[in-house]
């Protein structure tokens, strides 16, 4: 019997499809923010869309150590990985114990599953197939943790690539104020 890893997913998002498309949004200090909404004035702007990975690039040091990011759909809240320095479409999921990531988020990455610990998940939709993996890096905003746990999905996850759970949100303080989250570096 495979090992059973300790990964509860909440997967709301998986119930709705189709283009969204967000904003990243810099401010004059450097901060980052994202949201459905168009940038205020003076913020430098990038439109995201689901459909097309975002551009890799650097974002440079984050003003303070924080990453604000704005809800959408269902009050979730969406960011850009940057994961073994490929880009891709996160979810952040406070209730998730490892990221996951979909398989064919994982090929993008190139991460190699051959030598992984493969196991069982508990998730909001039952039990699915898993690879347990270490990730060389996981970056958001700036702020990149190295060797981070994560478990390869056996499905694909829906609109995102990545659900970012605690094995990489634990280097961070987060906080949750109406509709805005906070990240700062521990």
């Known amino acids: 019997m495979p090992r059973v890893l300790n990964l509860l997913l909440v ?3 998986l119930c709705w499809a189709g283009t ?3 904003y990243e949004c810099v401010d004059a200090n450097g901060g980052i923010s994202y949201s459905v909404e168009r940038c205020g004035r003076g913020n430098k702007q990038r439109r995201i869309a689901d459909e097309t990975p975002p551009e890799s690039r650097s974002l440079g040091p984050v003003a303070g150590g924080l990453i604000r990011l704005q809800s959408g759909p269902g009050g979730h809240f969406y960011t850009t990985a940057v994961i073994n320095g ?7 999921d406070t209730g998730a114990s490892d990221v996951a990531i979909s398989p064919s988020a994982a090929r993008r990455a ?9 196991g069982i998940s508990q998730t909001a939709n039952g039990t699915t197939p898993v690879t347990g993996v270490v990730l060389q890096s996981v970056e958001v905003g700036g702020a990149a943790v190295r060797q981070v746990r994560a478990s390869v999905l056996s499905q694909e996850l829906g609109s995102e690539d ?3 759970g605690m094995s990489f949100l634990r280097h961070f303080e987060v906080s949750t104020d109406g509709g805005l989250m906070t990240l700062r570096r521990k």
Do not use: F, K
């Not at 490929?86 to 952040?92: I, Q, S």
């Not at 991460?111 to 493969?118: A, F, L, N």
């Open 162 to 164: 990545v659900l970012l």
């Open 20 to 22: 969204y498309d967000y």
């Open 86 to 92: 490929t880009p891709m479409r996160a979810l952040v």
């Open 11 to 13: 997967l709301p998002a």
């Open 110 to 118: 190139r991460i190699d599953t051959r030598h992984g610990v493969q």
